[in-house]
């Protein structure tokens, strides 16, 4: 109950996902140009 | 709320206080990783950049279980890790932005060459700026004369990365191979690494212990490069070839990550007590150790022109200023109320005691009362680190040049000077906290 309530609020945090889309966009990044 | 909030912002004389202890952290990050580069710039030829940035993460990651384990023990780190376990995915986040964008940062010196790379992935301190005011209310508040003194300071070290970027290309660099790529990765890398310091600050507007945020950062930048070597590289059998062939370079590898992790530690340490705004420049100043090893220590200016040597010097008297400009601005009342209300933010969000969080920002340990003592297992854990850098130091290979001896020896001085001066103070003023 406890973990799922700690990642229900990760994922409603809007912070989180800049660095989830920073890490995505380095990735394509390297895909691309590696 | 107001009120509440006001009396739990921290006093300003101990924030004072806590703002030189982050100044001086900030400081001793770019002496230790500026000597980073000192060790794998002699073995760096010949071997691909994501290999020579895998040996140095693990390098990163092994030297991570040898002092700071001294420190505070696992028992002490794995507690603070279970009371704010929301913050694990953060800090595995941050360690695989770190590993991404150190690739990228190598794609780029290939393509453009590290003249034009290094001011680039520099502006990471702007990048980090903006996400410290936007998301930790950072700088709000601060004044007219503080924000001068932040902003001018961030820039002069920017213009000084861009002065000694020139002089580098001076000394006869490669010239650039795919120039338009080149920059894009560049500025790739420098929104990953400004964007990896929201995690930092994350942890700290949580009162996690840095030790704790270091641990998980440095799993998640060891598996993310884990994952890149084995899918640029060929795969594990042409990997474990690459890595067999490379043995008697690891050892200088593995002490470049050694002094990374002690740089690393500090800047946490400094982005916890002065906030990513004010530390994200004064960790760049690593770049100018890094060339006062290369110029001092390995002779590269040797024999070179009388404007490089006026354009080096100015740029590292620019940067100077900048680091001193940010140093003098201490954050007023005002800022520390404005941190405070993102702080309780947090402690809702997550559930966190609000009280506890403030005890630890202004440098008080929460789990002091609580008895976590060294096991026998953190010091075994201590002496099989230790002894992987031995084993390495066993079979490496001699340096291939010559170095001046003597200012090796002022080198490490500093290099001492600082982990001995930095963590007295740290250990004074917060037990490590």
């Known amino acids: ?34 | 709320m107001a009120e509440q909030t006001i009396d739990m912002a921290t006093p300003v004389s101990a924030s004072r206080s806590l703002h030189m202890l982050g100044v001086l952290t900030g400081f001793a990050a770019g002496v230790w990783m500026g000597a980073a580069e000192a060790p794998t710039k002699f073995v760096a030829a010949g071997f691909s950049p994501v290999l020579l940035s895998l040996a140095m993460v693990t390098g990163v990651f092994t030297g991570r279980w040898t002092i700071p384990t001294l420190l505070k023990g696992t028992g002490y780190v794995f507690h603070d890790l279970r009371e704010k376990k929301h913050l694990i995915i953060w800090a595995l986040l941050g360690g695989a932005l770190w590993a991404v964008a150190n690739t990228l940062g190598t794609v780029a010196v290939r393509d453009v060459g590290l003249s034009i790379a290094f001011p680039l992935w520099n502006t990471d301190s702007l990048v980090g700026l903006l996400w410290g005011w936007l998301f930790f209310h950072e700088l709000r508040g601060a004044g007219s004369s503080v924000l001068t003194k932040v902003l001018g300071g961030t820039t002069a070290i920017l213009i000084g990365a861009v002065i000694l970027g020139y002089a580098s290309s001076l000394r006869g660099a490669t010239g650039p191979r795919h120039s338009g790529a080149g920059i894009l990765v560049a500025i790739g890398a420098a929104v990953l690494w400004g964007t990896m310091f929201l995690p930092y600050r994350k942890a700290y507007i949580s009162g996690m212990n840095p030790l704790s945020f270091v641990t998980v950062f440095t799993i998640g930048e060891l598996v993310t490069m884990t994952v890149l070597a084995l899918a640029f590289e060929g795969g594990p059998r042409e990997l474990g070839h690459k890595i067999a062939l490379a043995r008697p370079a690891l050892f200088w590898m593995f002490l470049g990550g050694f002094c990374w992790v002690v740089g690393d530690l500090f800047a946490q340490y400094a982005a916890k007590y002065i906030g990513i705004g004010r530390a994200a420049p004064l960790m760049n100043t690593n770049q100018l150790w890094g060339l006062a090893w290369g110029a001092l220590v390995f002779g590269e200016f040797a024999g070179q022109s009388l404007l490089i040597r006026i354009l080096v010097s100015g740029a590292s008297l620019i940067m100077i200023a900048g680091a001193l400009a940010i140093s003098f601005a201490a954050a007023p009342h005002e800022e520390h109320l404005s941190r405070s209300v993102a702080s309780k933010r947090e402690c809702e969000r997550y559930g966190m005691d609000h009280t506890q969080v403030e005890a630890s920002l202004a440098g008080e340990d929460p789990l002091a009362g609580t008895p976590l003592s060294r096991r026998w297992w953190d010091f075994i854990i201590v002496i099989l680190a230790v002894g992987v850098f031995v084993v390495l130091a066993k079979d490496s290979s001699r340096v291939p040049f010559p170095m001046d001896s003597r200012w090796v020896a002022v080198m490490v001085l500093a290099m001492m000077g600082s982990l001995a001066g930095c963590g007295y103070l740290l250990w004074k003023r917060t037990r490590f906290s």
Do not use: C, N, R
């Not at chain 1, 109950?1 to 990642?7: Q, R």
């Not at chain 1, 920073?22 to 140009?33: D, N």
């Open chain 1, 1 to 34: 109950m406890e973990k799922k309530s700690t990642v229900a609020a990760i994922f409603a945090d809007p912070q989180f996902w800049v660095p989830v889309i920073a890490l995505v966009f380095g990735i394509v990044l390297l895909a691309i140009y590696h």
